[in-house]
């Protein structure tokens, strides 16, 4: 490690410091109030003064995975002693767990688009980027005014033909649909990204795997693809990234079969008034995947971020 | 995986259709690879395009399929152009957008700056930093509805902590005067990493060399900073102008959770009217016509940007 005098000074540092952890802890605090009030009682999440030190309930999370009803007193007395931890908890006021919820099914909608998604485009955008970068092809030189120009339309204006189109093709509210349209959005950054790793990945290796008899597929898979293999997984988070967070497409195209979890989270409602512990509690389990991803793919993450548009 | 896999789809071909693949032509493969996504990208972007052009200029409606479509020529537009609800969006969406573009910048490109003094354990606050904007837009922003409850709501709490104001005499989401900065608060915290990190970036490509020379020539701090910080991170800066302009400009799933517009239409943004047009209104014929003057407005924009972005970086 080399000193220069250009090097801030330890009081530098040490201030800088202090700023940026300052704001990092102000700028998380709505999440943590997240994952907080997912664990509160209804009472504790609307008190005043907001209740910082509370009780830890699973009513939240039970609110979120069953849908109940009201019962008279003398019903519930009838009923016998609750089976279940949950049942308990949810006896306390009056009610009975009717079965679950539909929050297991848009959750399990969001997995099924998102990683399908990530799968098509990663896929597809992994054989064009090859091509792009190894071949002359057409719109090779306009890829990034392409891409941009696509990122443009607002997704509604671009969701008016797609519904019309899908009424059509029968796609509208169905998994296949859904996997298409997201898998056609992300594609043109998939390209774009791939396009960037494989362009580091020397053709040397290629010419001389193909010098050893190799046939170009036999080059693309075993010489080129474990080279990109850093740059196909970093591409592929963000891809599922975008799937997962979409919301103007999922709450125009979908409502019953294929919703996904951000179009119904917000739908959430108790009993007289919005179930916050509820929906902190579906918000928690559908964010806290991707705050966990982030934290540890920090280093591949960065470079989708930015578009891959400040690589040299 | 490669060798074995390699063997068992040999194997597992016929010969003929074998030696054809594996006699295939550079070029045939080029576009065997090309080919499924141009497919998509036309059938997606390009299709739906040209058919949102068709329709902005006839009277159709999605929910009357049946009615015959009259062609109107460039009725939808002389309409939308002329009513006041469409300038009241676009004066509210340039609100929007200016506001967290200056936000942005400033807190963004401070942030990178601190960071880059590089004090022990930098990347993993710059990574808590970052975390807001990889989450869903449309979960975070319904959650922040509650964060603006007046009186039970942190964000009011807080604020009354620290002015004395009273937590339940204001409320972000459904005044008038407030409900356009509420917005604006949200979307910079969650978007200010994005700027930061793209300047981040910039920041790290300067050489070190540049400075140390500057300190040789005794160049003040300040005057390095606007001499040599400034102009080497300002292509980075305004590429990251140019996302969020975009992204802002087409703002829809953090606003319509928050406010849904309103109260009124005092943040009622272009995406989210367009959006009541085309399916609440089921003016589908209007609504395509809002579309292709966003897009247009955008693309000129976005074009103008661009050039004046080449200029920077070839000076």
Redesign the interface.
């Known amino acids: 490690m080399s000193f220069s005098i250009t090097d801030p000074s330890r009081r530098q540092k040490w201030i800088a410091g202090i700023l940026v952890v300052t704001y990092a802890i102000v700028t998380l605090l709505p999440l943590v109030w997240i994952i907080a009030t997912g664990f509160k009682t209804p009472p504790d999440s609307i008190a005043y003064p907001p209740k910082v030190f509370f009780s830890p309930s699973l009513e939240g999370y039970v609110n979120l995975f069953t849908s109940r009803s009201r019962v008279t007193p003398e019903d519930l007395a009838a009923l016998g002693p609750p089976a279940t931890w949950y049942d308990a908890i949810v006896r306390q006021y009056d009610m009975v767990i009717t079965g679950p919820s539909r929050y297991g099914e848009r959750f399990l909608n969001s997995v099924i688009i998102g990683f399908g998604s990530t799968f098509l485009s990663v896929f597809l955008g992994t054989i064009a980027a090859y091509a792009f970068s190894r071949f002359k092809v057409p719109l090779k030189d306009d890829l990034l005014f392409f891409i941009l120009s696509t990122r443009m339309m607002p997704p509604i204006a671009v969701a008016i033909p797609i519904f019309l189109m899908y009424r059509q093709l029968g796609l509208n509210d169905t998994h296949l649909g859904m996997i298409l349209l997201y898998t056609a959005v992300n594609l043109s950054l998939s390209v774009w990204l791939l396009k960037g790793f494989i362009d580091e990945i020397p053709i040397e290796y290629e010419e001389a795997a193909l010098i050893d008899g190799y046939t170009r597929f036999q080059a693309f898979y075993k010489v080129v693809l474990p080279q990109a293999a850093t740059g196909i997984a970093s591409t592929a988070i963000f891809c599922l990234i975008f799937a997962w967070n979409e919301y103007a497409f999922a709450v125009l195209l979908t409502s019953g079969d294929a919703q996904t979890a951000p179009p119904f989270i917000p739908t959430i409602i108790g009993t007289g008034g919005k179930d916050w512990p509820a929906v902190a509690a579906g918000a928690t389990l559908f964010l806290v995947p991707i705050m966990v991803f982030t934290i540890l793919l920090r280093k591949h993450l960065l470079r989708g971020i930015t578009f891959g548009a400040v690589r040299k | 995986m ?2 074995p896999m ?1 063997h068992r789809i040999a194997a597992a071909t016929p010969p003929a259709l074998a030696h054809r ?4 032509s ?2 045939a ?6 080919a ?3 497919f ?2 036309l ?3 390009i ?3 040209i ?2 052009i068709r ?1 902005s200029l006839t009277d159709f409606r ?1 929910n009357r399929p049946n009615n015959p479509v009259k062609f109107v020529g460039i009725e939808n537009y002389r309409k939308i152009l002329t009513d006041a609800d469409t300038w009241l969006s676009l004066q509210a969406t340039a609100h929007f957008l200016i506001w967290t573009i200056v936000l942005q910048v400033v807190i963004g490109f401070a ?1 990178a700056y ?2 880059n ?7 993993l ?16 922003g ?3 509805t ?2 603006y409850q007046p ?4 964000f009011n ?1 807080v604020i009354a902590f620290f002015t004395g104001a009273d ?1 339940s005499s204001f409320s972000m989401i459904g005044e008038v005067g407030l409900a356009p900065w509420a917005i604006v608060i949200v979307d910079t ?1 969650m978007w ?1 990493p ?1 700027v930061m ?2 300047c981040l ?2 920041l790290r490509s300067i050489p ?1 060399s540049i ?2 020379a500057a ?1 040789c020539d005794r160049a003040s701090k300040w005057r390095q900073f606007w001499t040599i910080t400034i102009p080497m991170v300002l292509p ?1 800066l305004m ?1 990251a102008v140019l ?1 969020r302009g ?1 992204e802002n ?2 703002m ?2 953090l606003v319509v ?1 928050l406010t849904g517009g309103g109260p009124g239409a005092t943040t009622q943004l ?2 989210i009217d ?2 009541r047009e ?2 609440e209104k089921w003016r ?1 014929g209007y ?2 016509a ?3 003057i ?2 247009v407005t ?2 000129g924009l ?1 074009s103008i940007y661009v050039k004046a972005l080449n200029k920077v970086k070839d000076r």
């Open positions: 490669s060798d390699a693949i594996r006699g295939l550079d070029r493969i080029a576009w065997v690879f090309v499924p996504t141009i998509l990208l059938a997606v972007n299709f739906p395009l058919w949102t329709l999605t942030l601190l960071i003094k590089k004090f022990r354990g930098n990347d606050w710059t990574t808590l930093i970052v975390l807001p904007m990889m989450l869903s837009p449309a979960v975070v319904n959650f922040w509650f964060l009186q039970i709501g942190l709490y937590p915290w200010t994005f990190l793209i970036a910039g070190p400075y140390e300190e980075f590429l996302f975009i400009f087409k829809f799933d959770q272009v995406s367009l959006k085309a399916f589908t609504a395509s809002y579309a292709v966003l897009f955008v693309f976005a």
